[in-house]
């Protein structure tokens, strides 16, 4: 673009032409107006109490938010939800990209909602602490699940931090269920630690995955076999039938040679596929199944309180590591040591110490 003259600029101003104040009396009270509408804490907590959707997302969006005062509004909103949460089955769902998870979920939701059941569905998304993007980001591919008035999909919270990501979710779950949300699906891609994370916060965990080689148990993390009360093998549909239920053989026999749970419950192995609906409503069966058995056992609410307690000390850590690391003089001094130990001045031991005692 040519450089214009500063003459010609049509930005020029006359001298001694200020700009007006506000004196638009219909834009102000229009403002004033809008202000108003900003949620008040009780009235978001009656609301959800209600099963208001429009509320339950604005105070999730509420725990989502960075700022202070929102977090200290979420805290009272999550306080007040506790005593109606807890009512529910909470149901985690992983599994590789592309192993149909949202599709799963879609025909899943559709069928709880069937039974007149109330469906939220939220997810752990690794990636997004990167990306901001998000798992559920394809809420396209639950079109069905999105219409209906008995589910509510959420994407993922986004975070700097797995765990911070972790946390905004178990919040998010206590809301829902407060909501009058009975059966609370929460999808992670396999990667990382968040298969990890969203164990810590299900009663039971399912694992999504695909008809192999008949190399079935290369590849895939041991630790992940052990979470797992179900393998679902999906996509067992055309071609693929037979290798599906090959593998269905294979996995059985490969968990059989895992200890007894303490939940006392033998991890199942079944096909699926979600595209044709085929085998999907067997799986809630055996979801069903498994409540039964640990509520009997009491092990459901033993592993409940177990979480409980995990999350405690989790956010004590996370809580403290923040105060450290936010604390004015510790973040001057944090500096100070690492140009220190750059030039071998100091050892990471004596500075952390020097860190610590501030
Ligand atoms: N043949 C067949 N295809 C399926 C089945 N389930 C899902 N698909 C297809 O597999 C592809 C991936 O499905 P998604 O549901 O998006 O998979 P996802 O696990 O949610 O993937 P990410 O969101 O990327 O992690 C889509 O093209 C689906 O149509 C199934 O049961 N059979
Ligand atoms: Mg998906």
């Given at each position: 673009?040519?450089?214009?003259?500063?003459?010609?600029?049509?930005?020029?101003?006359?001298?001694?032409?200020s700009q007006p104040g506000i004196t638009n009396n219909h834009s102000i009270s229009k403002l004033k107006g809008k202000r108003k509408i900003q949620p008040n804490t009780q009235d978001l907590i009656n609301k959800i109490l209600k099963g208001d959707i429009t509320a339950l997302s604005r105070a999730i969006t509420l725990i989502e938010s960075r700022s202070l005062?929102?977090?200290?509004?979420?805290?009272?909103?999550?306080?007040?939800?506790?005593?109606?949460?807890?009512?529910s089955i909470r149901i985690g769902i992983t599994g590789v990209p592309g192993v149909g998870k949202s599709t799963f979920i879609e025909v899943f939701g559709k069928h709880l909602t069937g039974l007149g059941k109330k469906v939220a569905v939220l997810a752990i998304d690794p990636s997004s602490t990167i990306t901001k993007g998000s798992i559920l980001g394809d809420k396209t591919r639950m079109e069905d699940l999105v219409k209906d008035k008995n589910a509510f999909i959420r994407p993922s919270a986004s975070g700097d931090s797995l765990g911070g990501v972790a946390r905004k979710t178990r919040e998010t779950?206590?809301?829902?269920?407060?909501?009058?949300?009975?059966?609370?699906?929460?999808?992670?891609v396999g990667v990382g630690q968040s298969e990890t994370a969203v164990h810590s916060m299900v009663d039971f965990f399912l694992l999504l995955k695909l008809?192999?080689?008949g190399d079935e148990l290369q590849g895939i993390k041991r630790g992940i076999i052990e979470m797992a009360d179900a393998i679902v093998i999906n996509k067992a549909d055309g071609d693929n039938i037979k290798r599906a239920k090959l593998a269905q053989v294979e996995f059985n026999r490969a968990l059989h040679l895992y200890p007894e749970k303490n939940s006392k419950w033998m991890p199942k192995v079944?096909?699926?596929?979600?595209?044709?609906?085929e085998g999907v409503k067997d799986i809630w069966n055996m979801i069903l199944e498994y409540e039964i058995l640990t509520k009997q056992n009491e092990y459901f609410e033993f592993k409940r309180n177990e979480q409980n307690k995990f999350w405690l000390l989790q956010t004590i850590e996370t809580q403290l590591k923040s105060d450290f690391f936010n604390h004015e003089n510790v973040k001057k001094e944090l500096k100070n040591q690492l140009k220190l130990i750059e030039n071998q001045k100091t050892t990471p031991f004596i500075a952390a110490e020097i860190l610590l005692n501030l």
């Open positions: 673009m040519q450089k214009q003259d500063k003459h010609k600029s049509a930005l020029k101003e006359k001298k001694g032409v005062k929102h977090l200290e509004k979420a805290n009272k909103i999550i306080n007040a939800c506790l005593p109606k949460a807890n009512q779950i206590i809301l829902c269920e407060a909501a009058g949300f009975d059966t609370i699906i929460i999808e992670t008809a192999g080689a079944s096909i699926c596929s979600a595209v044709q609906n």
